[in-house]
């Protein structure tokens, strides 16, 4: 600390009637409108800040990161002097602003954090004219409950003003602790850079078996392993976890260095655009590729010659085989927990299961491990089973297939629709479906016949703390398990992106070698002719299968 306190600011602002949070406490927005609104991103912050009692905030500790994207380093600076001029005692920060998602859960509930701050708009596209968001997990780890987005949802509605420290400024590649004297303010404030990968690398030594993967990339029948970081916040870990502690080569991870607009490319983990992982995986030469989105949650499986491992799928064989791993071996499992929208492949494991609405925030108050979703985890996962299988990622699936059954899966999104457009169609449907007429209706596409046996719109009871969420997706189960599920997506911005699922289950395992979309095209026009979404619309396809 030098020279003169800082002072502390109060600006006036006038507020904004659209920062309601979604998708768990964040806000996701064209980067063009927080760059160019005047206070557009102050605002937000300070109605977060402002939605932790005073108390509570006062000498708190709070986390801070980010993926890396276009405007991160800007927002992070403007995140820093506005905690401080609210009384936050103490920041926690990734080396360079750079922390996963995964990583942020972690130190939070590590260091017994009120909450942290991560600047990320997921896998969407970055740069200038990309999207940027600002996300709160409390205190648990994990995103902001509804409660507490409907706060700070309040408070930015009515917001005159908000504190800043426009003068201080934190180097945020110096490892180590910084701290600045604040005018009217009895302590100083901390800043603490911290090695971003340090703290999440020791909890994941606490669950797996370094020994058993690393013989298993490194042995003498070594797996040849392939790992896109997509350019996003996952390079360092990548680097750190797979390649220096568990001693894949160097050139194992590509795309590993964080860049602002992730190369020009779609940081989404899917076979549409993490293209070039699947084009070394139909080589041949790896047998185990996987690919992360822009804040490390999300993954993609592949196996040799490009095996496609459907998330579900991987999830249901996940859950199948976590005896391959020494935490669970230990602390056994309680249950399981899916999406709604999730296939139900993972039901057919006769233990208890919770479905839940499309958002981490509704298992996070359940989990055991971080409070987040965490897609190195579940690449190491399956390190684990394939070391202690010596199988394929095929043969694994494979194998899965045949005991439990395969259930085709698809999902065919319709992004960047025009918000009223996507809202008549969902209303117009549930209407449909839910009428008295629907029921037991049957639908015959070629030789497939279809009758409707449950239709609703699906809402979710906490089993923990009892909270009730309403109009979570209209879901058409037939007879025959198939089913059809309509979703908004919660995480849109400012245009809307309406998803339709498809499932079918086959037990036959002489069947289980068709096409996906082949066998659940029957479905999907049942599903366009109901919702009229090309009509309405005027597009020809979704943008987006996977």
Not at 256 to 278: S, V
Not at 284 to 294: C, I, N, Q, R
Not at 321 to 331: D, E
Not at 499 to 516: F, G, Q, V
């Amino acid at each position: 600390m030098e020279g003169s306190p800082i002072p502390v600011l109060t600006v006036q602002t006038a507020p904004y009637e659209d920062q309601r949070p979604t998708g768990g406490g964040g806000l996701r927005r064209p980067t063009g409108l927080f760059e160019g609104q005047r206070n557009y991103l102050p605002n937000f912050v300070q109605s977060l800040l402002s939605s932790i009692d005073l108390r509570d905030r006062q000498g708190c500790t709070m986390v801070v990161g980010s993926d890396g994207r276009y405007f991160s380093r800007t927002a992070t600076e403007i995140v820093v002097q506005m905690a401080a001029a609210n009384g936050i005692g103490r920041l926690v920060i990734g080396q360079n602003g750079i922390l996963s998602t995964p990583a942020v859960s972690c130190i939070i509930r590590k260091i017994k954090a009120a909450g942290g701050i991560i600047l990320t708009a997921s896998h969407s596209p970055g740069g200038p004219g990309g999207e940027f968001g600002v996300k709160f997990n409390v205190s648990n780890g994990g995103p902001a409950p509804d409660a507490v987005s409907d706060k700070i949802y309040q408070i930015s509605k009515t917001l005159e003003e908000y504190a800043i420290c426009p003068d201080l400024r934190v180097d945020l590649s110096r490892l180590g602790r910084q701290e600045f004297d604040l005018e009217n303010k009895f302590k100083p404030f901390r800043v603490e850079i911290v090695d971003s990968v340090d703290i999440y690398l020791n909890l994941l030594r606490t669950i797996f078996d370094f020994n058993m993967i690393r013989s298993l990339l490194t042995g003498p029948n070594q797996l040849k392993i392939r790992i896109d970081a997509m350019n996003g916040v996952m390079g360092p870990y990548v680097r750190r976890v797979l390649c220096d502690e568990l001693g894949a080569p160097a050139n194992s991870a590509i795309n590993c260095i964080p860049l602002e607009d992730f190369g020009g490319q779609l940081p989404d983990p899917n076979l549409t655009y993490a293209t070039t992982l699947l084009e070394a995986m139909k080589g041949g030469e790896y047998g185990f590729g996987a690919a992360f989105d822009a804040d490390g949650d999300r993954y993609m499986i592949l196996g040799q010659n490009g095996f496609f491992v459907n998330p579900s799928d991987s999830l249901a064989i996940i859950a199948a085989n976590l005896s391959c791993i020494p935490y669970f071996r230990q602390m056994g499992v309680r249950g399981f927990g899916r999406s709604m929208p999730t296939s139900t492949a993972l039901d057919r494991r006769m233990i208890h299961v919770y479905a839940h609405p499309s958002s981490w925030k509704f298992m996070s108050s359940g989990s055991d491990h971080l409070r987040e979703k965490d897609g190195l985890w579940a690449v190491l996962v399956w390190l684990s089973i394939i070391a202690a299988r010596k199988q394929s990622v095929e043969q694994i699936v494979r194998d899965h297939w045949t005991k439990f059954g395969r259930h085709y899966y698809c999902r065919f999104d319709y992004e960047a629709l025009e918000p009223r457009t996507a809202y008549f169609i969902m209303r117009d449907l549930e209407a449909l479906i839910i009428g008295k007429s629907f029921s037991n209706q049957q639908f015959a596409v070629g030789n497939n016949v279809y009758r409707v046996e449950k239709t609703d719109s699906f809402e979710y009871v906490d089993p923990v703390d009892g909270t009730v969420t309403k109009r979570q997706g209209l879901r058409i189960i037939f007879s025959d398990a198939s089913r059809l599920i309509f979703r908004l997506s919660a995480s849109s911005s400012v245009r809307a992106t309406l998803r339709i699922y498809a499932e079918s289950y086959e037990k036959d395992p002489s069947k289980h070698d068709k096409e996906s979309q082949a066998v659940l095209s029957p479905l999907i026009a049942i599903a366009l002719k109901i919702s009229q979404i090309h009509e309405r619309t005027g597009r020809k396809g979704p943008t987006v299968i996977t």
